[in-house]
């Protein structure tokens, strides 16, 4: 039995009456360097665990039981479960557990199922959830390493430099947490359903201490958000509609050139330091305006 064998797929998704749903994304992998490449790049081994999101056929599953300790997968489509029982039939190290990667306790889940053990993620997440997926794995402090497949065009922006135009509000969350390394390609004709656009695998390594220190950062994202909601305006001005009732654009201005940086910049060009000292800065400046 191949999991990426287009007929096997076909065979074992007919006697189970399973049918692809388009609302939860789901495209399944036709080619086994694929899965393989993954867990080969994820980081488990034989004295770890790994925590899947959204198993589909197993393919992955199986790559993965044969490097780790143990693997928990979690997926929210019941109707794939009985073919999971046929696929992984031969993996006692697996377990399938019903779930979204979204409401779950992904910390909690991983400390009943490897108490004391380290955990890696592994994910091929549908487009529609990526960047709450990703922020769900990161913010649960639960993993060694988060190795997704997400679409190209998102796996770039991801990986982009902070400071450089393709990077967004969402690099700077995911530089700011971990360290982000752009993997390899996989062509939409992996898949079947074939979707329209290619995708990519990127692998994310927690930091232990935040890429850089800030004095509130609450703040700190509120100000990376602002400047990216109008990314094509300059900094000043998306600051000024998130901050223009307690601090002037006189202000702003003081506060941005005081940080070393060009009145007319914008936030797309700014890096995660420039981005922490005016943090600090903007904070003081409220801090003396309350006070006021």
């Known amino acids: 039995m191949g999991l990426c064998d287009i007929q096997d797929i076909k065979a074992i998704l007919g006697r189970h ?33 790994a925590l899947e999101v959204g198993p589909g056929m197993g393919c992955l599953t199986v790559a ?11 997926e929210i489509d019941r109707t794939l479960f009985p073919v999971l029982a046929e696929t992984l039939a031969d993996c006692p ?29 592994c994910a091929n997440l549908p487009y529609y959830i990526t960047s709450p997926a990703i922020a ?37 969350y995911i530089q700011y ?16 359903p074939q979707p329209k656009v290619d995708s990519a695998v990127i692998r994310l390594t927690p930091l232990p201490e935040p890429a850089v220190q800030v004095q509130d950062e609450k703040l700190f994202f509120e100000i990376v958000h602002a400047a990216f909601n109008q990314r094509r305006k300059t900094l000043i001005n ?10 002037s654009k006189e202000q702003l201005t003081e506060l941005v050139t005081g940080c070393g940086l060009d009145a007319r910049v914008r936030g797309e060009r700014l890096t995660l330091s420039n981005y922490a000292a005016l943090t600090d800065a903007v904070s003081a400046a409220l801090q003396k305006a309350s006070d006021a």
């Open 238 to 247: 998306a600051m000024g509609s998130v901050f223009g009732k307690r601090l």
């Open 136 to 172: 769900a794995l990161l913010d649960s402090g639960a993993f060694a390493g988060v190795t997704v497949m997400v679409q190209k065009e998102v796996a770039g922006r991801i990986c982009a430099p902070v400071g450089t135009g393709d990077s967004s509000a969402f690099s700077i």
């Open 64 to 74: 993965l039981s044969e490097r780790a300790s143990q693997v928990v997968s979690v």
């Open 177 to 192: 947490r971990a360290k982000a390394e752009y993997l390899f390609d996989v062509p939409r004709d992996c898949f079947v």
């Open 93 to 121: 190290n697996t377990e399938v557990v019903e779930g979204d990667v979204l409401k779950t306790d992904l910390k909690a889940l991983c400390e009943e199922k490897f108490p004391g053990k380290t955990v890696y993620a």
């Open 17 to 49: 009456g399973f049918h692809f749903s388009k609302s939860l994304g789901q495209n399944f992998l036709t080619e086994q360097w694929v899965p393989d490449q993954i867990a080969a790049s994820c980081g488990v081994d034989a004295d770890s665990c």
